[in-house]
């Protein structure tokens, strides 16, 4: 265990070193810059705002800087934020509102996708069968984006039952949630009754059913607890699809959430901001992959670390 850990601990190193480099790089080989659109600005101004935030040094340059305060744990400061924020602070004060509109998402995703898979596996090839497997391949199909302005349009416009604009009350996490919610409960459904038929065939099950355990019993502890592995190697794409589809999503319903202001950091050319971000959420995918898999081994003994 300690020697998977210090493996993956010295991998996920390098693949964050690998994430700054590719990102810096990029943004900056991408033709303009943070202060190009703004043509009220002279040529002096320019010069000298460039100066200020160290981008009139030689690229290479800026690169090492910046690893240099990455080092120190100082993401920069935000050039669009009109208030000198940094990027941390952002961060720290717009994540939390993703955070809880992402961790909702997850846990209703699982909540309908385990549901409408293990239904839809116990009522093989009846209706109910049939029409969860609609369901979830009309959810694929569909982008969260068109589902998003679907809901929107129906709940919100429409009939007005629900507000689409913000989250001032609980009531306002319910049109988001099930937007950013609905794709991956709808890929859990059809993981979790494909893994489910394969495991109810097998002998062990029969054996279970045979002694005379409950039918329950024989669902919960023998079968879902096998067919549930193909869910948990799916929860690290998951977080990075809710991370990500987030940024749509808080957009579509004008969320002030970290997505959000992604979004703005690129169309305003933001590059601390756009790095921070960067760097923020692949460490957070990077770290809840290694949290999968040691979740493995707690609900599969058989799997060992090495």
Not at 10 to 28: A, E, R, W
Not at 178 to 189: D, E, G, R, S
Not at 247 to 255: D, L, Y
Request: aromatic share 12%.
């Amino acid at each position: 265990m300690t020697m998977f850990l210090v493996k993956r601990v010295l991998s996920s190193i390098v693949t964050l070193f690998v994430i700054i480099t590719i990102t810096f790089f990029l943004m900056h080989a991408v033709p303009g810059g943070p202060f190009a659109t703004n043509e009220k600005l002279g040529q002096g101004i320019i010069k000298a705002m460039e100066a200020k935030y160290g981008l009139d040094k030689p690229l290479i340059q800026q690169y090492w800087i910046y690893l240099k305060n990455l080092a120190k744990g100082d993401l920069g400061m935000s050039i669009a934020s009109k208030e000198g924020k940094t990027v941390n602070y952002i961060i720290g004060q717009k994540f939390p509102v993703s955070a809880r509109l992402g961790g909702l998402a997850v846990l209703l995703a699982l909540i309908l996708g385990l549901l409408m898979g293990c239904y839809a596996a116990l009522r093989h090839e009846k209706f109910v069968d049939r029409l969860v497997m609609f369901i979830s391949t009309l959810g694929i199909a569909v982008p969260s984006f068109i589902m998003g302005m679907l809901l929107l349009l129906l709940f919100g416009v429409a009939l007005r039952w629900l507000k689409f604009i913000g989250l001032n009350s609980p009531l306002d996490y319910i049109l988001p949630t099930f937007t950013l919610a609905f794709y991956p409960a709808c890929f859990i459904a059809r993981l979790i009754r494909s893994s489910l038929l394969d495991v109810l065939g097998q002998d062990y099950i029969r054996t279970a059913r045979a002694k005379g355990l409950p039918a329950s019993s024989v669902l919960i502890k023998h079968a879902i607890r096998n067919a549930i592995l193909p869910v948990v190697t799916y929860l690290g794409p998951l977080l990075a699809y809710v991370l990500v589809g987030s940024f749509i999503v808080e957009r579509i319903f004008s969320i002030p959430g970290l997505g959000l202001f992604f979004i703005q950091s690129i169309t305003s050319r933001d590059y601390p901001l756009i790095m921070g971000t960067t760097i923020f959420l692949a460490a957070l995918i990077i770290f809840m992959n290694l949290v999968v898999d040691l979740v493995y081994v707690v609900i599969d003994p058989r799997i060992k670390l090495k």
